[in-house]
């Protein structure tokens, strides 16, 4: 593999590396984050050479799958699942609508990662509503309720201009991720994600307000760094006060193995044996040299169609690794780091008494071992129901109609937890890719739980997700939705 400049340093030539089943020729011309692609290769379908052109905003999930379902038509590469023609699925899940349309204008993506909190005010109910913002100028938009069914949008957590001091505050990459707003003792806390602005790792901050209508104020450290996501908070009484975090290995696994693929490319045709991913694999560790310094959501998009390539026979390309490292001694260590970051693990650590630091040591409680889940879980909540604790949580890819929602029982909140061996909720023919639920109690007392999903054919980063309900009934070794 080389890597070849021109007069221009955003204007360079590839070829694939010797010994990847299929080999190309790409110029790449970056400007303004548009992004110009023109490759030459052979089409698998018939074997004659292509010439072809393509176009990527950079800025935009659209355009990578655009582009890709046309690399696909051309050279025969894997097309991304949310462009596959995918039958209407028949499950029949009594999801609730709740919120179709964004409250607010500076609301610009909709109620990913919903969190509600009830409080009790005068004696009567009264629910808040947060929910992820990505990149948008305002952070963490805050509704409330009377009735879990109508919402008013109250204000942001973070308008313009009020960020947190270590968190970045740029327009593309800043990631304001996963909020969760509880009540301790007299205090309301708000766990979030944000990326730290020195290191750019996702980071778990807090902020605290004496009432949820009234302005929070963020720690001027986070709460716990190194690439963490999902926080979520489990009281367990007035003393004991857990978080949970997902380690986000997801982010990283997919770059490690295209690397380990571009040092070594004869194993391409060893871990994947459709000629489809064989050919996106080859593509990827083509440009390798120019992916690796990209920011991490835009060579997610970018590298997209091969994690679905690796997930879609994800513990098979597990265990195909864990043997390599038996057979080639002399790239052992860089399969381990492979292996080791294609698990992505949810753990849990009691925190001080203010909520700023942890205590103690962590507990790993799950990981990803289904093979539903794919590559990663993430997005957990606990409740607790007749001494029982169910941990619901989302697996595999968000952005496909693959992703879904587990749940695992125990009889203590850090476990040891037992998942029940099949995804709670799925998508349906109306809503694509449920995921990050939240648990509360109706007004009338009943087990509810939160969720967000995509419109079908329109999941991706910075898609509108609605959110929606559906009732719970918890038996001692499952839960049903009603």
């Known amino acids: 593999m080389e890597l070849k400049e021109n007069l221009s340093s955003d204007h360079l030539k590839f070829v694939t590396p010797d010994g990847a089943p299929f080999s190309y020729d790409i110029t790449l011309a970056n400007q303004n984050d548009v992004v110009q692609l023109n490759i030459v290769g052979r089409k698998i379908q018939s074997n004659e050479v292509l010439s072809a052109q393509y176009l990527i905003d950079l800025s935009s999930h659209d355009y990578y799958l655009n582009a890709f379902e046309q690399l696909s038509n051309d050279f025969g590469l894997r097309p991304p699942q949310n462009r596959k023609h995918v039958v209407p699925s028949t499950k029949k899940i009594n999801y609730q609508e709740i919120l179709l349309e964004n409250k607010h204008k500076g609301m610009l993506y909709g109620y990913g990662d919903p969190a509600v909190l009830r409080t009790n005010q005068n004696d009567k109910p009264v629910y808040y509503l947060v929910a992820t913002s990505n990149d948008a100028p305002d ?10 069914a109508d919402w008013t949008f109250l204000n942001y957590v973070f308008a313009q201009g009020q960020k ?39 980071c778990i ?52 193995l295209i690397k380990l693929l571009y040092n070594n490319p004869s194993l391409i045709t060893y871990l994947l ?34 994690i679905e390539a690796v997930i879609s026979r994800f513990l098979d ?102 998942k029940m061996p099949e995804p709670f909720l799925q998508s349906t023919a109306r809503w694509t890719a449920p995921g990050h639920p939240s648990v509360t109690t109706s007004p009338d007392g009943k087990p509810v739980m939160f969720l967000h999903a995509y419109y079908p054919g329109q999941a991706g980063y910075k898609q509108f997700r609605a959110l929606l309900a559906v009732g719970l009934k918890f038996e001692k070794d499952r839960v049903l939705w009603v």
């Open 317 to 418: 390309i597990y265990r195909s690794l864990e043997q390599l490292t038996e057979s080639h001694a002399a790239i052992a260590d860089d399969i381990r780091s492979v292996l080791h970051y294609m698990k992505t693990p949810i753990y849990a650590q009691q925190l001080s008494a203010n909520g700023q630091v942890l205590v103690g040591e962590r507990t790993k409680i799950l990981e990803n071992d289904l093979a539903w889940e794919a590559h990663l879980i993430e997005g957990m909540w606990v409740t607790q129901q007749h001494n029982r604790y169910y941990l619901f949580y989302a697996g595999n890819d968000f952005s496909t109609d693959q992703y879904g929602i587990g749940v695992a029982i125990a009889d203590h909140p850090l476990g040891p937890y037992r």
């Open 139 to 148: 952070s963490f938009p805050l509704l409330s309720s009377e009735n879990l």
């Open 273 to 306: 044996n459709n000629p489809q991913d064989q050919a996106t694999a080859s593509f990827m560790v083509s440009v390798w040299p120019w992916l690796q310094h990209l920011a991490p959501m835009v060579r997610f998009m970018f590298i997209q169609v091969f």
């Open 205 to 256: 901050g807090m902020a605290t307000s004496k009432h949820p209508e009234l302005d929070f104020v963020p720690n001027n450290e986070p709460v716990l760094k190194g690439n963490v996501i999902d926080p979520h908070i489990y009281i367990q009484d007035k003393q004991t006060v857990y978080l949970f975090w997902k380690e986000d290995n997801n982010d990283v696994w997919p770059s490690a």
């Open 164 to 202: 947190p001091a270590w968190a970045t505050q740029v327009e593309v990459g800043s990631d304001y991720w996963a909020p969760e707003l509880h009540q301790i003792g007299d205090e309301y806390r708000l766990y979030f994600v944000a990326r730290d602005k020195e290191s750019k790792e996702l």
